[in-house]
């Protein structure tokens, strides 16, 4: 039998009740595969989302691509620090500058 010990560090993970009590879910608002809700976070600053993970089950085509590219392209977002997507088909054209 084996046995895993997983210890997580308190100051690595730190919940912030009062978001977790909003309506706005971990997955964003919008319906469960829509991408809007953490897209307005992105384009709004948000200086909580610093790291932003698209699960494979959000709708996450070339017009996200797009307004994602516009608010970092733009300047607007300044906190977003790195970006993870994977399991969407893309376009070839949607990835180039």
Same mark, same amino acid.
Request: glycine share 6%; proline share 4%; hydrophobic share 40%.
């Given at each position: 039998?084996?046995?895993?010990? +997983?210890? *997580?560090?308190?100051?690595?993970? %730190? ?10 879910? $971990? ?5 469960f595969k829509? +991408?809007? $809700? =953490? =897209?307005?976070? !992105?384009?709004?600053?948000? !200086?909580?989302? *610093?790291? =932003?993970? %698209? ?16 608010? %970092? $392209?733009?300047? *607007? ?5 790195? %970006?993870? $997507? ?8 949607? =990835?180039?500058?």
């Amino acid at each position: 039998q084996t046995t895993t010990n +997983c210890a *997580v560090d308190a100051k690595e993970v %730190i919940y912030d009740i009062k978001e977790l009590r909003s309506p706005i879910m $971990a997955w964003g608002q919008g319906g469960f595969k829509s +991408c809007d $809700a =953490l =897209l307005k976070r !992105v384009e709004q600053n948000d !200086v909580k989302l *610093v790291e =932003l993970v %698209i699960l494979p089950m959000k709708t996450f085509g070339a017009a996200e691509i797009q307004r994602l590219s516009n608010s %970092i $392209a733009s300047g *607007v977002n300044t906190n977003l620090k790195t %970006i993870s $997507a994977s399991g969407h088909h893309l376009p070839p054209e949607s =990835l180039k500058i």
